[in-house]
């Protein structure tokens, strides 16, 4: 089986865990199953020629950052459940304050720029994009004849 069956697959598995999850009322659960679906579909996403490159490590530092801040908003969950907080982040619950300002800007800018900025040298590379292009004209050409 190839890299990239091999992690359709695993993404399936997790999908079908985060549904039983969420039917069971397991929101922790839920919630790091998530992280990693997400970071499994980052990895899909970069593979090139079968191989994981640098989206390996992209989908690592997705899936460690998302967990840590899960387990963040969970402990503050915890704490405060049916209560109100003594103190607030910048006006913030604590655990909203994770989610939202750090979750975001941990997963969202770091890993997607950095995907975006990695894509047209690792993944798509311009000589493969005209080697496609090239491709494609051939084909053109063979069936106007």
């Known amino acids: 089986m190839d890299v990239r069956t091999k992690i359709i697959v695993c993404i399936g598995i997790t999908?079908?865990?985060m549904l039983?999850?969420?039917l069971v009322n397991a929101w922790a659960l839920f919630g790091?199953?998530?992280?990693?679906?997400?970071?499994?579909?980052?990895?899909?996403?970069?593979?090139?020629?079968n191989k994981l490159?640098?989206?390996?490590?992209?989908?690592?530092?997705?899936?460690?950052?998302?967990?840590i801040c899960l387990t963040g908003i969970f402990?503050?969950?915890?704490?405060y459940?049916?209560?109100?907080?003594?103190f607030t982040i910048l006006g913030m619950h604590p655990g909203f304050f994770l989610l939202f300002p750090v979750m975001w800007l941990l997963t969202f800018i770091p890993v997607t720029l950095s995907y975006a900025l990695?894509?047209?040298?690792?993944?798509?590379?311009?000589?493969?994009?005209?080697?496609?292009?090239r491709k494609v004209k051939k084909e053109e050409v063979k069936q106007n004849e």
Not at 81 to 86: A, I, L, R, T
Request: proline share 2%.
């Open 15 to 17: 999908a079908l865990i």
């Open 20 to 22: 039983v999850a969420a």
């Open 32 to 49: 790091y199953l998530m992280a990693l679906n997400l970071s499994l579909w980052l990895a899909l996403a970069s593979i090139r020629e």
């Open 53 to 67: 490159e640098v989206g390996k490590w992209l989908a690592l530092a997705s899936f460690i950052i998302w967990s």
């Open 75 to 79: 402990y503050y969950w915890q704490i």
């Open 81 to 86: 459940y049916k209560k109100v907080p003594d």
């Open 118 to 133: 990695l894509f047209s040298r690792v993944v798509l590379r311009d000589e493969d994009w005209n080697e496609f292009l």
